[in-house]
């Protein structure tokens, strides 16, 4: 559960979002993924660190380099963060389903 | 719970669109009529026990709204302008929907709402909404979540109040 927070808190950033999908298509080393950001290294550093801690990107060493990838399977595993999305649209269509039953009877 | 009356939400990733669909045990008309008539949509549509209030109102093609999600205490959360580009009964309604409270501009959704006719008078609608970017599209997903967090804090708050 704690867990599972932390992983929304990662993918609430807008801009841990953008290195999310930066790593989608094409696995990357940290000064490659923060030639893509306006932020400044370190900011990006840490942005890597919090995504990594939680799992949706690993961290590999490559010769002298780290290449950062993107890790599919955990993202699917949050994949139900649309769920509140739908609950608002379900509890929305209920209480329409609801108020038409209700007239109907009158 | 009846499980063929839940709401499906269908958003790939990297797309600009989603959907949104729901079966109704409710005949088409009335349906149409519901999401057509702002005195009928201010009593279901808001999320979260909010109420929807509209500023103004012209449901017709070539139309335009604009609405108010005001919370329990009577504060503006947010407001939605849009354009209605056609409303067609009983089967079709399309507009714009723009969320008033970002910081720039222009990031509108088309929405599509079609109303298809099914056996022993149910209705299934289908909401196809459109954004400019995968990231607006997204951020829209996401609003579920961050107004359930609010949600949540709200409900705080109130057992915060009422233990004083």
């Known amino acids: 559960m704690e867990m599972r927070r932390d992983v929304f808190q990662a993918i609430a950033d807008p801009t841990r979002r953008a290195i999310l999908l930066l790593l989608a298509s094409q696995s990357l080393t940290a000064g490659a993924i923060a030639a893509n950001f306006e932020s400044s290294r370190p900011t990006v550093s840490k942005h890597l660190s919090i995504l990594t801690e939680c799992e949706l990107l690993r961290a590999e060493q490559i010769g002298r380099e780290v290449y950062y990838h993107f890790e599919a399977k955990r993202m699917r595993e949050v994949a139900d963060f649309i769920e509140p999305f739908r609950t608002m649209w379900d509890d929305r269509f209920n209480r329409l389903e609801d108020l038409l039953k209700t007239k109907k009877r009158k | ?164």
């Open chain 2, 1 to 164: 719970m009846k499980t063929n009356d839940s709401t499906q939400i269908i958003a790939e990733a990297g797309k600009q669109e989603l959907f949104i669909i729901r079966e109704f045990d409710i005949k088409r008309e009335r349906l149409f009529e519901a999401f057509s008539t702002p005195e009928i949509l201010e009593k279901f549509y808001a999320p979260f026990g909010n109420k929807m209030v509209f500023n103004a109102h012209d449901y017709r093609t070539g139309g335009s709204y604009s609405w108010c999600n005001i919370d329990q205490q009577g504060r503006i959360l947010c407001t939605f302008n849009g354009v209605i580009h056609e409303i067609h009964a009983p089967e079709r309604i399309i507009h714009t929907s723009e969320f008033m409270e970002l910081p720039e501009r222009g990031h509108v959704v088309l929405e599509v709402m079609a109303f298809e006719e099914l056996p022993y008078n149910r209705t299934r609608l289908r909401i196809h909404d459109v954004c400019l970017s995968v990231e607006d599209r997204d951020a829209m997903l996401q609003s579920g979540m961050e107004s359930g967090l609010v949600e949540i804090f709200r409900q705080l708050d109130n057992l915060l109040t009422s233990d004083l």
